[in-house]
């Protein structure tokens, strides 16, 4: 089982940034893949980025590429997704997810957070 906690997530003007963080427990190896995806109203959740654990291999969706980093600090057993020049359309509550192994990039994760809602006004 692993248990996920974001946080960080908040109202922005567009072009601000965000940081959101989540905090990871149970139990965790290098076979796990940490993600971040979103969900905004009406719309289905939608892949952000992954990062495997330990951080050596990444990817981000071609919507945030260049705008969003994911990245971790995995002694701490966290992981972040740095957000930069914000839209209206990244609006969405966002989830940390944990997939064990499996597809890369991931499609979906085993482990859900409870999401952080980001709201981006023009």
């Known amino acids: 089982q692993v248990q996920l906690v974001e946080s960080g997530g908040g109202l922005v003007q567009a072009g601000g940034s965000l940081r959101l963080s989540c905090a990871v427990s149970?139990?965790?190896?290098?076979?796990?893949?940490m993600t971040w995806f979103r969900q905004a109203p009406g719309k289905e959740r939608e892949f952000v980025a992954a990062?495997?654990?330990?951080?050596?291999?990444?990817h981000s969706a071609d919507s945030v590429k260049g705008r969003f980093t994911i990245s971790g600090d995995f002694a701490k057993n966290s992981v972040y997704l740095q957000m930069n020049s914000l839209k209206p359309e990244d609006t969405g509550v966002y989830y940390c997810g944990a997939q064990y192994g499996g597809r890369w990039p991931p499609l979906s994760s085993d482990y859900w957070g409870q999401g952080t809602q980001v709201t981006v006004s023009s």
């Open positions: 990062i495997g654990w330990g951080g050596i291999n990444t």
């Open positions: 149970g139990r965790t190896d290098s076979r796990y893949i």
